[in-house]
């Protein structure tokens, strides 16, 4: 099979690093076109980029030229990866989907788009059921648009969609957040704000979140044309940044509509919870999407961030809430499943399912 | 007024580092003994101690021998403060109560002990009342014993108090702290599991937040024997440690039985706080129990703890919780009214009382 | 005797927070004016900064109302103090200058300026001797211009100098510096640069260390109207960036020209060294130049950079070097002694001498 | 080619833990025997160890029961690694090495003999010319001892080794090292002592630095029965501690004896030198000793250390250094190529050289 050619938006930001690594080697996608800011555009990427990885610029990456973000220059890429700031990508994912290009953005500005799924990939790429109605309102062939969700979304819905399918609707959620400093790129958090500290906010991370668990675990209408809102599930979020590196923590307590399940059926069903990014035999699909732990301290962003890869999610310390019904901590690698990894994995997904 | 002599247990540890540095230049209370391990007694304690904190050990104390712990060499000392670790500070706490001498403890092993006050002196200096009738079990002229609060129990408990005593009894608390690593003493944490991490347990701590919550927001019954735990009280945490040197943080999610106040009504009563270690002017009560802040993103532990002399809590960020009634942020100094600086206050307020 | 009125230029950053807290209740200087970029003018202080400072900024500075930094608006000022970049120092310093207002800069723009005195002031306070002839090639009866040594520098001269005076010349010198992140200001330095990392360069440093020496431990000459460099003393300086917030550490080590004195020698020069400031009472002055530690693990930035208000320099590891003659470690906190401190210390010096 | 059986002593500490994840999985050597403490041994591997790495234990090495360091329980393997520690390392390597097995120890109990090999892989595997000798010594037909250098000791040569092949003798060497918190184990350093902080003191590490450079760049007598510490060059050593979690950085000066060569030739020769490890084609030699890199703010530990899978040492900013002749500054994985990637790598070469 030809592999198919990507470009990559933002290709200089920390998102866009981790895109260049996942997509240096790939089977199926083939680095074509790299895109930045104006200032950056004409040059080698290995002179527009601060790159910030622990492993070298690829070989075959150090001297593509950079191009500006114009979506003429990037129509013959089958798909484009866009990790650019919400202050922009609105227009230029717009610009890219308008020439027919399928469209991976891990921003936040069509998240809510009534006919834009927002993927998270071990857990509703069924939500791509709703490409043929968006192509139709656009007027597409092989086009369109799918987001990722928020980093500390995603890492909260995959064991949610877990319980869910075992345990019925979950009513309410409380859940804290432990982030790392790479969550917000570079130059991002000054080492000033967050050396020896801890701080308590992250702009528009709670809102984010709690929107987004009832539209990802939520169902497509029958006919696709429309995604339902989950309506009973009550979501509380408070999000704090940590001196960590990579890896969000977050501290989880739910309830369930239909009563509580008992501890081991909760360790149970995350064991064995599957997604349909396993079964298309997905290049970047986890073994499994979730890794559950049983030690007392775990799981740690430092120990456990790269589990499966850094694509599954790590549960551990499944105990009962006092308060609601069951307790958990969870840890996501925010840069790859939490940001480029679910884009890349939700377009191996399209590309199994015959979108691409 | 002649100051009380004062000895200290547990000297060369952090906490009892943090004892010294308070007690040095005190205006009631004069360091008399030192009392530490039988591997330190004998040498002068700036010989014994290995010292870490930021500024040097006093003068007038660094010449002090060390002795044991030994109740018979504490008994010419009106009050003993003690920073010993749980495993010997059962035994050795009890002599020095026998030995009729005023025992302020930051141990566990009597937190639970029905005649035993658990005192956050910001909170429930009334538990002093049950003095009388533990003197009389224990056949004491001047003695006593009381307990501080853990560390993180003692800043969730300062604002809970006020919102208990401005509205009505609290039903649901879920809590989630990030605490320092100067919580667990020296060399307590290894670098090697804090540097670029966050710990998702600390053995215990959980247990006694989920318990002491509900001992210390109690009240003393009428005939002054015993105490009345609150019974409609649930309380479910979730402890982790982070790297930052001083101040735990604490996300606290709560719901009031008789329904909920409003923010405005919140943030008012928080202000309004006062307690009586402030009425009895005692030298180490802060100007007022609770530092309400208003900036998006604070409290921070650095920028925080230090808030008037560490022994204010800082309560920040109050907003509606979707799930239960009231969201807030808090920060404790843990070293200072989190463990060395209750103590001591406990003393003064003792001391105002005519106790001691 | 009247306070002198004084302007802070440059009051929002860091240099400028660390001037607000010593000045806000001096006993020689008031605060009379703050001076920002034109972005913070017209705001009250508190709302133009963004503190980020351990003790909450003083209520007598909160509500001053920031001007922009025009020379026309500080002319009632006796004193101005500078935390300025170097981008925009030159002029404004250069402009307030002209005022006939006397102005301490910590930029380096005028630090070569071969009328300008470099002073760290317990080092070369002589080195005010040149005003006179400042003044009558500006054509100021009152005005003169002063810097501050670069951070790093300061730190190095005061042992350098008490050696110097002692053993003669030292003829090489080869300096390594691990330097804390206020020392790059805010924001400065990405946390993501420097979590769990050291950068090893920071630009311009090491030319400054190499230099500077020289013009502060060479002389005045007789006439007063000119600097001797030093000639024959040669620095090598190497300046890492690492992980900690407040205190340079630099390890050095150093050639005599006329031999080696012993180890105890260099200790007891080193404990007795004494400078002017201490001798003119100055307010700010510490109470010896230079703390010496006898330990084997220190100086240490987190438990000695306050060590004398932060206005001494610690240092210890005295040894042999096998190379050239001397080797030691030292501290400096960056922003006290080797910014604001040293500052607030010479015009208090200033004063002492008649020029302000 | 049938593999090699080894052991591995101290195999739950965190060199031990190394060797586990370096051979695992390699093609010459089998896991055949793990060693610790008698507190560890009738245990799982997986039950012993606490391990901190961030890739999890191998499968094939989970269920190994360790052993205590009984010699005799280590007899059927063809080679030992050790990874104990100094105060247990002498007896027991010893104790190995009469069995007739071939040990590679990270300890420095033997580094001083004068028959045994102090051996960096890519700078001195000639000096295994004395293993017949030592055979002879010690009636021995298989079995020898090695040690590995110092970590920081490591760093050093390598460049040093490229820069006196091509240059001649380097008489004088000045050293500063800023080292990772895993070069002190585990739990080794306390984060209450490293959070915000540099330790300038690592016991004892000095001293081995200053030592060990004059064995390994030194040469093998004609009659290969001793070898011949380089008289000549003089070291300079200050070691400090960071808080980094791998990689020790390090900035040097050296001084030529025949003069200095331009930065050029220097620049040249470190990228051009390399070793016999690579020529034996060893399965863990990297590409090339040495990494040369050229931007301004490089090496760093969190970025370079990984270089060439952590077996290379990574140069950068060589410049002139105004009091010897040339200065630099290195990185190298003090875990890797500073410990158990060194023993791997020289066993390899062992095998290669048909010492195994």
Known sequence: MATKKVGILGATGTVGQRFILLLADHP???????GASSRSAGKAYKDAVRWKQARPIPENVKDITVKSCDAELFKDCDVVFSGLDADVAGDIEMAMLKQDIAVFSNAKNYRRDPVVPLIVPT???????LIPHQRSLHNLKKGFLVTNANCSTTGLVVPLKALQDAFGPISHIIVNTQQ???????????????????VPHI??????MEWEVGKILGGVADDKKSFSLLEN??????????????GHLETVSVKFANGSPSLEQVNQVLEKYSSEAEKLQCHSAPEKPIVVTYDADRPQPRLDRENLKGQAVTVGRVRKCP???????????NTLLGAAGSSVLNAEIAVAKGLI
Chains 1, 2, 3, 4 share one sequence.
Not at 28 to 34: E, K, Q, Y
Request: one cysteine or more.
């Open 28 to 34: 199926v996608f083939t680095i074509h076109a790299l």
């Open 323 to 333: 308060v609601l019904d069951i307790k958990f901590v969870l840890l996501i690698h």
């Open 180 to 198: 790392a400093i790479s969550g917000a790129g570079y130059p991002g958090v000054p080492s000033l704000d967050i050396l020896d500290n801890v």
């Open 203 to 208: 702009g528009g991370e709670e809102e984010k």
């Open 123 to 129: 857990v509703n790429p069924d939500h791509f059921d």
């Open 233 to 246: 599930t009550v979501v509380s979020a408070t999000c704090t940044r940590v001196p960590v590196l990579d």
